[in-house]
């Protein structure tokens, strides 16, 4: 039944993958002043809001774990950074090649990419603690710690644009300025996200099952070696 199951969340996962691509590449028009690399937007802002909702998961379960010493908490705050992780890196790689040819450079040290940076940093670290530590109450706990402390530089990466005047565009949900995106273009961005974030939600629900099915396997060795 499980199987059953996880064969149609593939395949719903697979045909909304893609109509978003399809909405992406095809229907959505192109912006009047960058054209087609500004579609490369519809990839970079979804991936930062599911990467900003991962950490936000680190920190909520990392918590979680403190209270309750639950370690099935602290395989949700591992799961969910390594996701966040890998969002914030397609961040960090579609945002260089979006910038070439409109700011014609791959980088700077604004406030915006600067921070960004720091934050994968930081739960690059956290990974790095991750597998480094073997004691698994002792890496809970210090993990916990990291994810926690390190959310709060994610109000500093949403606030940086709109603190400090910085090359990154203005914001386009809560800006003080209009966004100027049409209709199909909101449309086709809130699409993108909703789609990533059930990939996001999908892949954490796949990855817990197979690290709760490695725990037990590894419960049932025990047992017989003993």
């Avoid at 002043?33 to 990467?51: D, L």
């Avoid at 604004?110 to 990974?127: E, F, H, K, M, N």
């Amino acid at each position: 039944m499980d199987k059953i199951k996880n064969n149609w969340l593939d395949i719903a996962l697979g045909v909304l993958m893609t109509v978003n691509l399809y909405i992406v590449f095809l229907w959505v028009p192109n912006e009047k002043s960058m054209g087609a690399i500004q579609r490369i937007f519809y990839f970079h802002v979804p991936s930062a809001w599911v990467a900003f909702l991962a950490f936000a998961l680190v920190c909520v379960a990392s918590i979680m774990y403190l209270v309750k010493r639950d370690m099935r908490w602290d395989l949700t705050a591992g799961i969910s950074a390594e996701l966040g992780w890998v969002f914030c890196t397609i961040v960090l790689i579609t945002g260089p090649i979006w910038a070439k040819p409109v700011w014609g450079i791959w980088w700077t040290w604004d406030a915006r990419l600067t921070s960004t940076l720091v934050l994968w940093l930081i739960y690059g670290s956290y990974l790095i603690f991750r597998n480094f530590i073997e004691e698994p109450e002792t890496r809970a706990r210090l993990c916990a710690v990291v994810g926690i402390i390190g959310f709060a530089n994610v109000p500093l990466v949403y606030m940086s644009i709109r603190w400090w005047r910085t090359q990154h565009p203005a914001p386009v949900m809560g800006g003080s300025e209009n966004s100027g995106l049409a209709p199909e273009m909101w449309f086709t961005v809130l699409f993108s996200f909703f789609v990533f974030l059930v990939l996001f939600v999908y892949l954490l629900s796949r990855r817990r099952q197979i690290e709760l099915a490695r725990a037990e396997v590894e419960q049932l060795k025990q047992l017989i070696h003993d």
